[in-house]
Nanobody, 123 residues
Framework: QVQLVESGGGLGQPGGSLRLSCTAS????????MGWYRQTPGKQRELVAFITSGGTTNHVDSVKGRITISRDNAKNTVYLQMNSLKPEDTAVYYCNARVQQVLPGVLRTLDAWGQGTLVTVSS
């Protein structure tokens, strides 16, 4: 079992900042890529940013320069620093981790998801 617990969502003002955190726990041998996705009602979940175990990042164009992903491998934690917030950033944000588990005789890779944290940007 792998659990991802997110925190840091809430109400932010336009132009303001929020920082999301997500910590993975459970049966983990190694975490490969970690990422943040977001979803609004009636739309598909979309990628915001991801970061590899080596620290290589990728951010979608709509958030570049405003939102930054980072991670602390020692803590199995990924962060999303959100600056210059816009109303269109309002969404439920989900943390994702590609986790390797060591099982008897096999190395398994699985995708784990957090429960989501709501970010609302409004004045």
């Amino acid at each position: 079992q792998v659990q991802l617990v997110e925190s840091g969502g809430g109400l932010g003002q336009p132009g303001g900042s929020l920082r999301l955190s997500c910590t993975a726990s459970g049966s983990i041998f190694r975490i490969e890529t970690m990422g943040w996705y977001r979803q609004t009602p009636g739309k598909q979940r979309e990628l915001v940013a991801f970061i590899t175990s080596g620290g290589t990042t990728n951010h979608v164009d709509s958030v570049k320069g405003r939102i930054t992903i980072s991670r602390d491998n020692a803590k199995n934690t990924v962060y999303l620093q959100m600056n210059s917030l816009k109303p269109e950033d309002t969404a439920v944000y989900y943390c994702n981790a590609r986790v390797q588990q060591v099982l008897p005789g096999v190395l398994r890779t699985l995708d784990a998801w957090g429960q989501g944290t709501l970010v609302t940007v409004s004045s």
